[in-house]
């Protein structure tokens, strides 16, 4: 019986070996962006509160492409490359607003919604796995959850 099993074993060894040297192409296929952006409190809404480094890798580090989204008082950002969104919460509005970035890093305006329960906004983090936006509050030590956040619009 065993060796009967032997060539087998041999063939499904040999495929698996020349199976596993196949070229990955995907590698390859793999954009890489190195892109910074960096929101700041500004409490006057027609400052531009938002900065964007493109690319932030580079040497000299370059100049700064600056976006006013009349969010006063602006706190957490963040940035989701496999949507192509931008998250930003307001201190002062309890607004959360998300916008869209081009290929270049030009953001515009998508949609928005306003937490009234909010208190304190400070981070922002997104999962696209599970479609969560989390905020975190500077005075109650909480973190506000938020489902599916491009579909929430309005006050």
Request: with cysteine.
């Given at each position: 019986m065993k060796k009967q099993l032997l060539p087998y074993i041999i063939v499904l060894f040999l495929t698996a070996t020349f199976a596993g040297c196949k070229k990955n192409n995907i590698e390859d296929q793999i954009l890489t962006v190195s892109r910074l952006y960096v929101s700041n409190a500004e409490i006057d809404s027609t400052v531009a509160n938002i900065t964007v480094f493109d690319p932030a890798d580079?040497?000299?580090?370059p100049?700064?492409?600056n976006f006013a989204s009349k969010l006063p008082g602006s706190a957490g950002i963040f940035f989701d490359p496999?949507?192509?969104t931008v998250f930003q919460?307001?201190?002062l509005n309890k607004k959360i607003k998300l916008f869209t970035v081009s290929q270049y890093g030009i953001l515009t305006?998508?949609?928005f919604f306003v937490d009234s329960s909010l208190v304190s906004?400070?981070?922002i983090a997104f999962s696209r796995d599970s479609d969560f936006?989390?905020?975190s509050s500077d005075a109650e030590s909480a973190i506000y959850v938020y489902k599916n956040p491009g579909s929430l619009s309005g006050l």
């Amino acid at each position: 019986m065993k060796k009967q099993l032997l060539p087998y074993i041999i063939v499904l060894f040999l495929t698996a070996t020349f199976a596993g040297c196949k070229k990955n192409n995907i590698e390859d296929q793999i954009l890489t962006v190195s892109r910074l952006y960096v929101s700041n409190a500004e409490i006057d809404s027609t400052v531009a509160n938002i900065t964007v480094f493109d690319p932030a890798d580079a040497n000299p580090f370059p100049s700064a492409y600056n976006f006013a989204s009349k969010l006063p008082g602006s706190a957490g950002i963040f940035f989701d490359p496999f949507s192509g969104t931008v998250f930003q919460v307001g201190s002062l509005n309890k607004k959360i607003k998300l916008f869209t970035v081009s290929q270049y890093g030009i953001l515009t305006d998508k949609s928005f919604f306003v937490d009234s329960s909010l208190v304190s906004p400070r981070e922002i983090a997104f999962s696209r796995d599970s479609d969560f936006l989390y905020i975190s509050s500077d005075a109650e030590s909480a973190i506000y959850v938020y489902k599916n956040p491009g579909s929430l619009s309005g006050l």
